[in-house]
């Protein structure tokens, strides 16, 4: 292996399954940002029958198959899958919220900075915010037992920082900076609806297959 530090702590986070975005992880960004880079690092993931792939908006890297049909690797594929499919229905309920707190008509986007003190201001002003919030928190990934905004707010930033979907800014952990794996997941969603015949959620223009 590569005796950069940078280049060896990229090729861990691609094999522990991390999506690698500049918010994250900006070093091995901007390595991988280098083509002779990529092709050294799909040199070494070849023979595990993996390779170097982006997003459609090149905002993250990933490890996918070069063969999705070898080995244990359409297993593995539809493994992912369901636990995509699991999380979707809270990710894009946690999506509608931001969206109607901000007024955007759009899904949050990787850089995108997210204040829960502003949040949490806007949903306890205005009722409707409060019960889509309670019933983010009722079941699957953001299930809590918190009984007020603030508490569930709280709980639901920090389970998105632990899925990696958000970077805390500063120690205060008010403000947060969502990550490119909303990129990947948008990819993800428009892959799933065009090959499973799921309904399309509202998404972000100009996505891409998931995997090949």
């Given at each position: 292996?590569?005796?950069?530090?940078?280049?060896e702590?990229?090729y861990?986070l691609?094999?522990?399954?991390?999506?690698?975005?500049?918010?994250?992880?900006?070093q091995?960004?901007n390595?991988?940002?280098?083509?002779?880079?990529v092709?050294?690092m799909?040199?070494?993931?070849?023979?595990?029958n993996?390779?170097?792939?982006t997003?459609?908006?090149?905002?993250?890297?990933?490890?996918a198959?070069?063969?999705?049909?070898?080995?244990s690797?359409?297993?593995?594929?539809?493994s992912q899958?369901?636990?995509?499919?699991?999380?979707l229905?809270?990710?894009v309920?946690?999506?509608?919220?931001?969206?109607?707190?901000?007024g955007?008509?759009r899904?949050i986007?990787?850089?995108?900075?997210?204040?829960?003190?502003?949040?949490q201001?806007?949903?306890?002003?205005?009722?409707?915010?409060?019960?889509k919030?309670?019933?983010?928190?009722?079941?699957?990934?953001?299930?809590?037992?918190?009984?007020?905004?603030?508490?569930?707010?709280?709980?639901?930033?920090?389970?998105?920082v632990?899925?990696?979907?958000?970077?805390?800014?500063?120690?205060?952990?008010?403000?947060?900076?969502?990550?490119?794996?909303w990129?990947w997941?948008?990819?993800?969603?428009?892959?799933i609806?065009?090959?499973?015949?799921?309904p399309?959620?509202?998404q972000?223009?100009?996505?891409?297959?998931?995997?090949e």
């Amino acid at each position: 292996m590569s005796s950069n530090p940078t280049f060896e702590s990229a090729y861990a986070l691609l094999m522990s399954g991390e999506i690698i975005c500049e918010h994250r992880f900006p070093q091995e960004f901007n390595l991988l940002r280098m083509e002779d880079q990529v092709q050294r690092m799909d040199f070494m993931l070849a023979p595990l029958n993996r390779r170097i792939r982006t997003t459609q908006d090149n905002a993250s890297y990933m490890m996918a198959y070069i063969d999705p049909s070898a080995g244990s690797a359409r297993s593995n594929i539809r493994s992912q899958f369901s636990k995509v499919i699991n999380q979707l229905e809270p990710l894009v309920k946690w999506l509608r919220l931001v969206m109607d707190v901000s007024g955007s008509e759009r899904p949050i986007v990787p850089g995108e900075v997210i204040s829960e003190s502003k949040m949490q201001t806007h949903i306890e002003q205005v009722p409707a915010l409060e019960a889509k919030l309670e019933s983010l928190v009722k079941s699957g990934l953001f299930s809590s037992r918190q009984s007020d905004s603030k508490g569930r707010l709280s709980y639901v930033m920090g389970k998105l920082v632990d899925e990696g979907f958000l970077t805390r800014l500063g120690s205060a952990g008010s403000q947060y900076r969502a990550t490119g794996k909303w990129s990947w997941l948008y990819d993800t969603m428009s892959f799933i609806s065009v090959h499973e015949d799921l309904p399309e959620p509202e998404q972000r223009d100009g996505q891409m297959e998931f995997l090949e």
